[in-house]
């Protein structure tokens, strides 16, 4: 299979999971039978591309973030060698809202649909690219290295929906 032809199927799989909404009863189903318990939550491999579920059990102090402008920042990202190619798509047909995207990069990546129930904010669903975050690929999620790009997940959406539908869709173009 090639990446094109991955990049659609993972496509198809975000909009379908996006028409869900932010459901906080969604349990993921596992392909790959593979859960990984973290410090904020437990992750789900779902398929070997690979793409993750994980409802984000802890707070993120996003209120302390919106008082303060303390934001979790990322350092090991090069954005000069990233080649940028991304489509976002809504439809509003009938009163069936969708929402999806594509992720066309040129290199593999690892993908987060991240599920956020905040005690005092919207209920959220959104796609985080993990290796923006300094994701190791190379080691399953619940490793030292990993811990810092799942934690600061719920800041970096590349695309997401609230559970009042407010959605947003990034694209990044050299």
């Given at each position: 299979?090639?990446?094109?032809?991955?990049?659609?199927?993972?496509?198809?799989?975000i909009?379908?999971?996006f028409?869900?909404?932010c459901?906080?009863?969604?349990t993921?189903?596992?392909?790959?039978g593979?859960?990984?318990?973290?410090?904020?939550?437990?992750?789900?491999k779902?398929?070997?591309?690979?793409?993750?579920?994980?409802?984000?059990?802890?707070?993120?102090?996003?209120d302390?973030?919106?008082?303060?402008?303390?934001?979790p920042?990322?350092?090991?990202?090069?954005?000069?060698?990233?080649?940028?190619?991304?489509?976002?798509?809504?439809s509003?047909?009938?009163?069936?809202?969708?929402?999806?995207?594509n992720?066309d990069?040129?290199?593999?990546?690892?993908y987060?649909?991240?599920?956020?129930?905040?005690?005092?904010?919207?209920?959220?669903?959104?796609m985080?690219d993990?290796?923006?975050?300094?994701?190791k690929?190379?080691?399953?999620?619940?490793?030292?290295?990993?811990?810092?790009?799942?934690?600061?997940?719920?800041?970096y959406?590349?695309?997401?929906?609230?559970?009042?539908?407010?959605a947003?869709?990034?694209?990044?173009l050299?």
């Amino acid at each position: 299979m090639n990446s094109r032809q991955i990049s659609l199927i993972l496509f198809f799989i975000i909009v379908h999971l996006f028409s869900f909404g932010c459901n906080k009863e969604l349990t993921p189903i596992s392909a790959s039978g593979q859960s990984f318990e973290i410090s904020c939550g437990t992750i789900t491999k779902i398929d070997n591309y690979p793409l993750y579920t994980m409802n984000y059990a802890t707070d993120y102090y996003f209120d302390e973030y919106l008082q303060t402008g303390d934001f979790p920042l990322i350092s090991s990202i090069n954005f000069s060698t990233k080649k940028f190619s991304c489509t976002c798509f809504t439809s509003f047909a009938e009163g069936n809202q969708v929402m999806g995207r594509n992720y066309d990069w040129s290199q593999k990546s690892t993908y987060l649909l991240l599920f956020s129930n905040p005690t005092d904010a919207y209920s959220s669903v959104s796609m985080v690219d993990l290796n923006f975050l300094g994701y190791k690929n190379n080691k399953p999620p619940n490793h030292a290295d990993n811990k810092r790009p799942i934690l600061i997940s719920p800041y970096y959406p590349f695309d997401g929906m609230n559970e009042k539908g407010v959605a947003i869709g990034m694209n990044a173009l050299p």
